[in-house]
């Protein structure tokens, strides 16, 4: 007895040094960002032309969300993440941000590594920003992250990582931290991006707790003169899909998925895994059918990246934990993408009472618990300059306008989908099942199998958005076959009531016009901030001579349409 006793409280003076009980230490948090992955590209969805084994690993071994959904497109999905708002709320609600446009997500949001940091995180940022950098202080290092390494626009290619953007500007676009770095050329981006993830992990300070934000450019297009790019080594293993831009695409998300299997390798090696969050999403709908110069695809969802179709909302995603209680398994719990930053911050131990005017909510507790979800209603968008808007409430989905002129509103199978486009079954083998505990099909998966049998006859004519608003039962139709508007005119109106209410708290636009003296040649052909800001917050150029100026009416006051490979 004397000595058990004196075991306890030898335990109990080690964890209570000068007075100070131990506290648990905070989870590590990796969250891993696909850009442009499409709902059938990767193989826990049923897809087998694309082999994903490692993402299918962690999904299958976590939690598969089934009922999960993102904004259309990329810059409004990531102001979403970090700042847990509606992109209505921030401004972000309308197109990307371009290079050469100056603005973005205004100063006065306070993002996730701001929120982490107060709770003792590092956090270091790694691949994509998009969201705004025509000054310094909209760039990573000014907006909470301890470093990054990557670049500040919307893609780049995957090898010289040079950018073209709107108005044909063209420049290099690769930095640490705020120093270009040219010793990334001609190393794929993937692959650098994986390797400083690594480097990241394996130099932490254990003590501290981690926020890893991978923004990954796989499986988005490089410059239109070279959309689809990678190496052998990835091609190599989809050699069997013979529809040349479709081999090319997988062969990008199977280097997307070769990163995850080694970030999680390198979280094992570092004792860190059993402590970490690892979040996987998509930022948007996948570009199906030459959609953006691609070739990712959402069948048989409707739509494409950049429509409010469930192909362009509907993500990719997953949640995976040993901390979480009920794993191994598929989640119908609704989620939101501004979801994330309350969901991890609980997570994190922080106060989500102390977020400012989120319009997420935090799933932790109904994740981990496999409870009811907190969220029953979620905005797609409103964006009154394409005159586009759609809300989801339980079960039903309304939808008004169209984006392209409707040209976009269909569904796109795979290019050469039977028998041969199958990959063998040794490329679904993951290295991963030697570290999680359950590597294989959670017994519900069937849940994740769309399937919504055949096509009516009017199924590409029923919903007239334009004329007025569409109404869907997305838990009877996913594929958003059959509009029910006319028999349910209740519903709608319901719903059109709530779609006003948001759109009474929306905020104007901060989109800009293109801003020629932004133009990379200025600057060596480097994309680069262009203007600084002063302690009262006025804009001045860098480059002093172009302050005496004046811009020119033709360029600066137009609103200029992106190209497809700036989205």
Same mark, same amino acid.
């Given at each position: 007895?004397?000595?058990?006793? !004196?075991? =306890? +409280?030898? *335990?109990?003076?080690? @964890?209570?040094?000068?007075?100070?009980?131990?506290? #648990? /230490?905070?989870?590590?948090?990796?969250?891993?960002?696909?850009?442009?992955?499409?709902?059938?590209?990767?193989?826990?969805?049923?897809?087998?032309?694309?082999?994903?084994?490692?993402?299918?690993?962690?999904?299958?071994?976590?939690?598969?969300?089934?009922?999960?959904?993102?904004?259309?497109?990329?810059?409004?999905?990531?102001?979403?993440?970090?700042?847990?708002?509606?992109?209505?709320?921030?401004?972000?609600?309308? !197109?990307? =941000? +371009?290079? *050469?446009?100056?603005? @973005?997500?205004?100063?006065?949001?306070?993002?996730? #590594? /701001?929120?982490?940091?107060?709770?003792?995180?590092?956090?270091?940022?790694?691949?994509?920003?998009?969201?705004?950098?025509?000054?310094?202080?909209?760039?990573?290092?000014?907006?909470?992250?301890?470093?990054?390494?990557?670049?500040?626009?919307?893609?780049?290619?995957?090898?010289?990582?040079?950018?073209?953007?709107?108005?044909?500007?063209?420049?290099?676009?690769?930095?640490?931290?705020?120093?270009?770095?040219?010793?990334?050329?001609?190393?794929?981006?993937?692959?650098?991006?994986?390797?400083?993830?690594?480097?990241?992990?394996?130099?932490?300070?254990?003590?501290?707790?981690?926020?890893?934000?991978?923004?990954?450019?796989?499986?988005?297009?490089?410059?239109?003169?070279?959309?689809?790019?990678?190496?052998?080594?990835?091609?190599?293993?989809?050699?069997?899909?013979?529809?040349?831009?479709?081999?090319?695409?997988?062969?990008?998300?199977?280097?997307?998925?070769?990163?995850?299997?080694?970030?999680?390798?390198?979280?094992?090696?570092?004792?860190?895994?059993?402590?970490?969050?690892?979040?996987?999403?998509?930022?948007?709908?996948?570009?199906?059918?030459?959609?953006?110069?691609?070739?990712?695809?959402?069948?048989?969802?409707?739509?494409?990246?950049?429509?409010?179709?469930?192909?362009?909302?509907?993500?990719?995603?997953?949640?995976?934990?040993?901390?979480?209680?009920?794993?191994?398994?598929?989640?119908?719990?609704?989620?939101?993408?501004?979801?994330?930053?309350?969901?991890?911050?609980?997570?994190?131990?922080?106060?989500?009472?102390?977020?400012?005017?989120?319009?997420?909510?935090?799933?932790?507790?109904?994740?981990?618990?496999?409870?009811?979800?907190?969220?029953?209603?979620?905005?797609?968008?409103?964006?009154?300059?394409?005159?586009?808007?759609?809300?989801?409430?339980?079960?039903?989905?309304?939808?008004?306008?169209?984006?392209?002129?409707?040209?976009?509103?269909?569904?796109?199978?795979?290019?050469?989908?039977?028998?041969?486009?199958?990959?063998?079954?040794?490329?679904?083998?993951?290295?991963?099942?030697?570290?999680?505990?359950?590597?294989?099909?959670?017994?519900?998966?069937?849940?994740?199998?769309?399937?919504?049998?055949?096509?009516?006859?009017?199924?590409?004519?029923?919903?007239?958005?334009?004329?007025?608003?569409?109404?869907?039962?997305?838990?009877?139709?996913?594929?958003?076959?059959?509009?029910?508007?006319?028999?349910?005119?209740?519903?709608?109106?319901?719903?059109?009531?709530?779609?006003?209410?948001?759109?009474?708290?929306?905020?104007?636009?901060?989109?800009?016009?293109?801003?020629?003296?932004?133009?990379?040649?200025?600057?060596?052909?480097?994309?680069?901030?262009?203007?600084?800001?002063?302690?009262?917050?006025?804009?001045?150029?860098?480059?002093?001579?172009?302050?005496?100026?004046?811009?020119?009416?033709?360029?600066?006051?137009?609103?200029?349409?992106?190209?497809?490979?700036?989205?």
């Amino acid at each position: 007895m004397i000595i058990l006793l !004196s075991l =306890i +409280l030898a *335990s109990f003076n080690m @964890g209570n040094r000068n007075g100070v009980i131990a506290q #648990p /230490q905070k989870p590590h948090i990796i969250f891993i960002l696909a850009d442009d992955l499409g709902w059938n590209d990767v193989s826990f969805h049923g897809s087998k032309q694309i082999p994903t084994p490692n993402i299918d690993a962690l999904a299958y071994d976590g939690i598969i969300l089934n009922n999960y959904y993102v904004s259309p497109i990329c810059t409004p999905t990531r102001s979403a993440i970090l700042t847990g708002r509606y992109p209505i709320h921030t401004g972000q609600q309308v !197109s990307t =941000i +371009l290079g *050469s446009c100056p603005y @973005g997500v205004p100063l006065n949001e306070t993002l996730m #590594p /701001q929120y982490l940091s107060k709770q003792g995180y590092a956090s270091h940022a790694i691949g994509k920003w998009h969201l705004g950098m025509f000054t310094k202080e909209y760039t990573p290092l000014y907006r909470g992250f301890d470093t990054h390494y990557g670049y500040l626009l919307g893609h780049q290619d995957y090898y010289d990582h040079t950018a073209e953007s709107a108005a044909g500007y063209w420049g290099y676009d690769m930095r640490r931290n705020l120093t270009v770095d040219r010793s990334a050329t001609n190393h794929y981006a993937t692959d650098l991006f994986t390797d400083e993830a690594v480097s990241v992990i394996n130099r932490h300070d254990k003590n501290k707790p981690l926020f890893l934000y991978l923004a990954h450019l796989a499986t988005h297009s490089a410059n239109s003169y070279s959309p689809l790019q990678a190496p052998q080594k990835y091609l190599d293993k989809v050699k069997h899909i013979k529809h040349e831009k479709r081999r090319q695409f997988g062969g990008m998300a199977v280097g997307l998925d070769e990163s995850v299997g080694v970030i999680v390798k390198a979280l094992h090696d570092n004792n860190m895994l059993d402590n970490s969050i690892i979040v996987f999403s998509t930022d948007n709908g996948g570009p199906a059918s030459g959609f953006d110069l691609n070739y990712a695809n959402n069948f048989p969802l409707r739509g494409v990246k950049d429509t409010l179709w469930e192909g362009g909302v509907r993500g990719v995603g997953f949640i995976w934990s040993r901390l979480l209680k009920n794993m191994h398994r598929v989640s119908n719990q609704m989620m939101h993408i501004t979801d994330w930053l309350p969901t991890l911050y609980e997570a994190a131990g922080g106060d989500v009472k102390k977020l400012i005017k989120p319009d997420g909510v935090s799933l932790w507790s109904a994740l981990s618990e496999d409870a009811p979800s907190p969220r029953t209603e979620m905005l797609h968008n409103i964006d009154d300059v394409r005159h586009i808007a759609a809300l989801r409430s339980g079960d039903w989905k309304l939808r008004l306008g169209h984006t392209y002129g409707g040209n976009w509103d269909s569904w796109y199978a795979p290019p050469q989908v039977d028998d041969d486009s199958a990959a063998p079954l040794h490329l679904f083998r993951s290295p991963l099942s030697k570290i999680l505990a359950q590597p294989t099909p959670p017994p519900n998966w069937s849940d994740v199998v769309i399937s919504c049998g055949p096509k009516p006859a009017n199924a590409s004519s029923n919903c007239q958005p334009t004329r007025t608003a569409c109404l869907f039962n997305i838990r009877d139709d996913p594929c958003e076959f059959n509009n029910v508007a006319a028999s349910h005119p209740d519903k709608v109106q319901e719903l059109m009531g709530r779609l006003a209410a948001y759109n009474a708290t929306q905020v104007k636009p901060a989109n800009k016009p293109i801003d020629p003296k932004s133009n990379p040649k200025y600057y060596g052909y480097v994309w680069t901030w262009w203007k600084t800001l002063d302690e009262d917050g006025k804009e001045s150029y860098i480059q002093e001579g172009f302050n005496s100026i004046p811009a020119s009416s033709k360029n600066m006051n137009k609103f200029q349409k992106p190209k497809t490979s700036d989205l």
